[in-house]
């Protein structure tokens, strides 16, 4: 087994907007992180991937980037970003920044000129002629956006539409441009010469744009999902062996693709050794579990986790990159709602449903990321007004759904509570005082209430807080090359409630036993644990034979 510190490590996603802010504008920055890498090393992380913090106007939470070498200044400056990177080193943690090349800002000088149809900008994103239907002048295709509405915007400049996936400001750059390709070589050059450890690249899969020939689509709605056109297509292949032979290859570096809609299949072609592409790459299939996807992006209309699809989605990762590529595993992050109100009970079994979920991240194959306050156990959002969301993608839809009358504004509000990107976004809470003590001045996006109870201080003075259960399993992982590099097997496939598996390597054998509902369960006629000792769980239950409400156990042979 190839041993690698990024395969030997775990990742601890920060979003700086929401993390810590040091000068009391409302907004998390920089100094802030700074301030709190002692609690950061005190959990047992190895790596940072941080969320963007180059200059951009926001529109998208800084996955708009308007100049790819200077920081945004509510977050701080280049000074700033190099005195983190170099605090960071000296505690023995690397840092791991975003790349998000699919698509710039509209406020980038490249889309400016190519507006203007100055070479070689002209070329360097994707401008497509309207398309004559019964009389009407139609966009060039009738692709849906992630964030609503037609995925092309009309330029009277140009007499042309430019393509973009994501908002009107976050127009897609052209791959197929060697130019182009060679100025994001040399910026990643620049981050890489800094000192950076890696890249998670934003939907980097989606580079290569095949065709803009789309049928109409009919029922939903006049836009459609046309991503069978753009996700996972063959030259993102050729375009990351490039960018690996060009920059990655010249450099001892972490890379993380985000790739939706990938197969394992897929994983193996992105993340294999021989492959000279990526180091590992971040994959939906169990985070769409979620998702009705009868509409399409219909995560506003939430259906409830299948656990047993859940297992099949894991196992099916786990054996088919085992040996072949390598994993990411995370049950949530800054797209995504918290971990332990999708797949737990944050209402009656929150700390016990939180610690069994660490448990399944931490003993599976792969490099496990941590996305802030996941460690205290923190929930979902509720908030009672779409006024108090932030997200682009949720005020978007509201506009498309709601404001249409196509759904009802409570119908709407639930699905968000569910499944809005915002119930990862608000801000992290370090103790019971005013807004957590995240800031002294009014938050960019309000707090969960539930900050009083739930908080790193909190967490730090019990003995039994998920906090320190982290830390423990943490510490359990890092001894156990069974867990980062052992081959999975999955036990009783068919059990809607028994999450369990065993992990081998080199000789050790051990079981995990997790139990994903509140029932208190039998085990003994289901499980052989004879021969097996537990050594770590969530409760102090020694009877092998019974589960516990979210009991998590680790046995070894
Ligand atoms: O996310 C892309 C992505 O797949 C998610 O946005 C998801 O599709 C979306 O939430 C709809 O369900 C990346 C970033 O992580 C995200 O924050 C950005 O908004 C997006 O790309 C555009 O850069
Ligand atoms: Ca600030």
């Known amino acids: 087994m190839n041993k690698k510190w990024w395969k030997e490590g775990i990742v601890y996603q920060i979003y700086p907007r929401s993390y810590?802010?040091?000068?009391?504008?409302?907004?998390?920055?920089?100094?802030?992180?700074?301030?709190?890498?002692?609690?950061?090393?005190?959990?047992?992380?190895?790596?940072?991937?941080?969320?963007?913090?180059?200059?951009?106007?926001?529109?998208?939470?800084?996955?708009?980037?308007?100049?790819?070498?200077?920081?945004l200044t509510e977050f701080?400056?280049?000074?700033?970003?190099?005195?983190?990177?170099?605090?960071?080193?000296?505690?023995?943690i690397r840092l791991v920044m975003d790349l998000v090349v699919n698509h710039c800002s509209d406020e980038h000088e490249w889309f400016v000129k190519s507006k203007q149809n100055i070479e070689p900008y002209n070329d360097y994103f994707i401008w497509e002629k309207g398309k004559k239907v019964d009389g009407e002048m139609k966009e060039p295709t009738n692709w849906a956006s992630f964030f609503s509405g037609s995925t092309w915007e009309y330029v009277e400049e140009r007499d042309e539409y430019y393509l973009h996936l994501f908002s009107k400001k976050q127009p897609d750059l052209n791959w197929k441009n060697e130019a182009f390709r060679l100025e994001v070589y040399e910026m990643m050059k620049y981050w890489l010469d800094m000192g950076v450890d890696g890249f998670r690249m934003d939907v980097i899969n989606l580079i290569h744009k095949e065709s803009f020939e789309d049928g109409i689509i009919e029922g939903y709605s006049?836009?459609?999902?046309?991503?069978?056109?753009?996700?996972?297509?063959?030259?993102v292949h050729e375009y990351l062996q490039e960018m690996n032979k060009e920059v990655l290859s010249k450099y001892d570096v972490m890379t993380v693709g985000e790739t939706p809609g990938v197969t394992a299949e897929d994983g193996a072609k992105y993340s294999g050794e021989d492959r000279n592409e990526l180091s590992m790459i971040f994959t939906f299939e169990h985070m769409d579990l979620a998702n009705n996807n009868e509409a399409p992006f219909g995560k506003f209309l939430p259906k409830p986790?299948?656990?047993?699809?859940?297992?099949?989605?894991?196992?099916?990762?786990?054996?088919?990159?085992?040996?072949?590529?390598?994993?990411?595993?995370?049950?949530?992050?800054?797209?995504q709602p918290r971990?332990?109100?999708?797949?737990?009970?944050?209402?009656?079994?929150?700390?016990?449903s939180a610690k069994m979920l660490a448990t399944l991240t931490h003993t599976l194959s792969g490099t496990p990321y941590i996305y802030q306050g996941e460690e205290i156990g923190m929930t979902n959002v509720n908030f009672d007004s779409i006024d108090d969301y932030r997200d682009i993608e949720i005020i978007n839809?509201?506009?498309?759904?709601?404001?249409?009358?196509?759904?009802?504004?409570?119908?709407?509000l639930h699905g968000v509570s569910i499944n809005g990107r915002d119930?990862?976004?608000?801000?992290?809470?370090?103790?019971?005082?005013?807004?957590?003590?995240?800031?002294?001045?009014?938050?960019?996006?309000?707090?969960?209430?539930?900050?009083?109870?739930?908080?790193?201080?909190?967490?730090n003075n019990d003995e039994n807080s998920v906090?320190?259960?982290?830390?423990?399993?943490?510490?359990?992982?890092?001894?156990?090359?069974?867990?980062?590099y052992g081959k999975f097997e999955l036990l009783l496939p068919d059990n809607k409630d028994i999450f369990a598996y065993t992990k081998e390597f080199e000789g050790e054998k051990y079981i995990v036993v997790l139990n994903f509902s509140k029932n208190d369960l039998e085990i003994g006629g289901l499980l052989d644990l004879d021969g097996y000792t537990k050594v770590f769980g969530n409760y102090d239950n020694d009877d092998n034979g019974k589960l516990l409400p979210y009991e998590s156990k680790i046995l070894k042979l």
Do not use: C
Request: hydrophobic share 30%; net charge neutral; aromatic share 12%.
């Open 305 to 335: 986790v299948d656990v047993v699809k859940l297992k099949e989605i894991l196992s099916k990762w786990q054996i088919g990159l085992h040996g072949k590529g390598w994993n990411s595993i995370y049950m949530n992050n800054h797209d």
């Open 467 to 484: 906090l320190n259960y982290y830390r423990k399993m943490i510490s359990l992982r890092k001894k156990t090359n069974a867990f980062i």
């Open 76 to 92: 701080g400056s280049l000074e700033d970003l190099q005195e983190l990177l170099n605090k960071l080193h000296e505690n023995g």
């Open 423 to 459: 119930n990862s976004r608000t801000p992290m809470q370090w103790d019971n005082k005013e807004n957590a003590s995240f800031t002294k001045g009014t938050p960019w996006i309000k707090l969960n209430p539930n900050y009083v109870d739930i908080n790193v201080e909190e967490a």
């Open 339 to 352: 971990m332990v109100s999708r797949f737990g009970d944050d209402k009656n079994y929150r700390k016990q």
């Open 20 to 71: 810590f802010d040091s000068n009391n504008d409302g907004i998390g920055d920089i100094r802030g992180i700074i301030e709190k890498i002692p609690y950061i090393k005190s959990i047992g992380v190895d790596i940072i991937w941080l969320n963007p913090v180059y200059d951009s106007p926001n529109d998208d939470n800084g996955y708009d980037i308007r100049d790819y070498k200077n920081i």
């Open 222 to 235: 006049k836009y459609a999902d046309g991503s069978s056109n753009y996700m996972n297509k063959p030259k």
């Open 397 to 412: 839809a509201y506009k498309d759904f709601v404001e249409t009358g196509r759904l009802r504004e409570d119908t709407f």
